[in-house]
């Protein structure tokens, strides 16, 4: 039962522009929303997140949109750099519970 | 200031053996959490650990699976009877205190299970 769906497995964009992903959820109770980097042989790092009370955090060149009313979030990257070659993971959690519930990731690759 | 530790980086065992994977977390924190990733899938959660103490283990499948995390030491997950659909990165995760807020947790650098 995948609460959290990330399509559109893989982008390629190019370095300087904008690198836009989504994600979907069905659990409107999910209260967090994370974005995790994900290098091959690493673990997963934390990048960014948002509450649902918000509808838009910002991080230097990072910004997470939450349509609460949609269930969907996005993942906005500009401008896109060679170092962000990666695979982004959305993940969901409830407050109170430390259970990340993760989608199946988006490979992004910028090319210089 | 050392990240979380997981060992080994790779572990390659036959049809029936054990695999004993280790996890020391990030220093000060007493929060440990298992997560699984299959080929092509995303990381699945197993079980949230405290020291001495199973909180959630609502993600461990039913059988041949266990976790610990003792008073001293590292934690341990380990799957006895291992069979090939067992082969996964198992990602271990660190945090000092139960995460009330929307910080994301520190992952480990996982362990790669190979069963042949």
């Known amino acids: 039962d995948q609460q959290v769906k990330q399509n559109s497995p893989s982008l390629s964009v190019q370095e300087g522009r904008i690198s836009i992903l989504n994600c979907d959820y069905t659990?409107?109770?999910?209260?967090?929303f994370l974005w995790y980097k994900k290098y091959p042989a690493e673990g997963p790092t934390f990048l960014i997140s948002?509450?649902?009370?918000?509808d838009k955090n910002e991080d230097g060149r990072f910004t997470v949109f939450l349509n609460k009313s949609a269930k969907h979030l996005s993942l906005h990257i500009v401008p896109s750099q060679p170092g962000d070659s990666a695979v982004y993971f959305c993940a969901a959690k409830f407050s109170g519970n430390n259970r990340l519930a993760f989608g199946k990731g988006n490979q992004v690759v910028v090319i210089p | 200031n050392a990240g979380v530790m997981q060992n080994p980086r790779h572990l390659v065992r036959r049809r029936g053996q054990e695999a004993r994977l280790r996890c020391s977390p990030m220093k000060g924190h007493s929060h440990v959490y298992w997560y699984r990733q299959l080929p092509e899938e995303g990381l699945k959660f197993m079980v949230y650990?405290?020291?001495?103490?199973?909180?959630?283990e609502s993600g461990m499948p039913k059988e041949r699976f266990s976790a610990e995390f003792p008073k001293e030491g590292p934690s341990i997950l380990r799957i006895q009877q291992v069979v090939r659909g067992d082969s996964a990165a198992y990602f271990c995760?660190?945090?000092?205190?139960?995460?009330?807020?929307?910080?994301?947790?520190?992952f480990g650098s996982g362990t790669r299970l190979t069963v042949v």
């Open positions: 948002i509450s649902s009370i918000k």
């Open positions: 650990l405290q020291k001495e103490n199973i909180i959630d």
């Open positions: 995760a660190s945090s000092p205190r139960r995460q009330e807020s929307n910080y994301g947790y520190t």
């Open positions: 659990n409107s109770m999910f209260d967090y």
